[in-house]
């Protein structure tokens, strides 16, 4: 059962446009999502967090939108980057205690020079 | 600030043998978590350590296990390794791992079974 589904494998953006990635899940219990970018041979590095209380989250060029009532989160990158190449994971936990997280399956994004 | 540190990065087994993986977090983390990657699969949870303790568990057999010293850092052992087991295998660490606190991965260790 896949709590957290990325349903885009890939996506190819010319670079200087905006990159959306997406993800839904469908455990209502879920209240904080994250977005890491992992490249070959690395481990995968935290990107940008929103709790469930706000439905947008900005860090320069990557905001976060959640929509809590479709169960639907998306990642914008602005202006896209050669750099910004990479696998996207979507993860959430539930904010109470110390619950695991819940990955989805990435997509991959490549940024067309 | 140091990563998170995970050794060693590739390992080669056969099947029927054991294996132990090391994770050192992030100096003040007490959290700890580990990870399997496969390809399709996303990441897959295996469990999570908290002062010595098992605190989570995720669905995998119990030929997977784990520990964590008083100095956090944490390894996690295979047992009779099946062909299934090939994966990355991916530890990371936060302070507390409560609420609203982001895990930070290590590189990974990369195991392949023959």
């Known amino acids: 059962d896949q709590q957290v589904k990325q349903n885009s494998p890939s996506l190819s953006v010319q670079e200087g446009r905006i990159s959306i990635l997406n993800c839904d899940y469908t455990n209502s219990m879920f209240d904080y999502f994250l977005w890491y970018k992992k490249y070959p041979a690395e481990g995968p590095t935290f990107l940008i967090s929103i709790s469930s209380i706000k439905d947008k989250n900005e860090d320069g060029r990557f905001t976060v939108f959640l929509n809590k009532s479709a169960k639907h989160l998306s990642l914008h990158i602005v202006p896209s980057q050669p750099g910004d190449s990479a696998v996207y994971f979507c993860a959430a936990k539930k904010n109470i205690g110390n619950e695991k997280l819940t990955f989805g399956t990435g997509t991959r994004l490549t940024i067309i020079p | 600030k140091a990563g998170v540190t995970q050794t060693p990065r590739y390992l080669i087994k056969t099947r029927g043998q054991q294996v132990t993986l090391s994770c050192s977090p992030i100096s003040g983390h007490r959290s700890v978590s580990w990870y399997q990657q496969t390809p399709g699969q996303g990441l897959q949870f295996l469990f999570e350590y908290f002062s010595e303790t098992q605190r989570n568990k995720g669905n995998f057999p119990g030929r997977f296990s784990g520990r964590q010293f008083s100095n956090s850092r944490s390894e996690m052992n295979v047992s009779t390794l099946e062909l299934g087991d090939s994966a990355l295998y991916l530890c990371?660490?936060?302070?507390?791992?409560?609420?609203?606190?982001?895990?930070?991965f290590g590189d990974g260790t990369r195991l392949s079974i023959l």
């Open positions: 990371a660490s936060s302070l507390e791992g409560q609420g609203g606190q982001p895990q930070h």
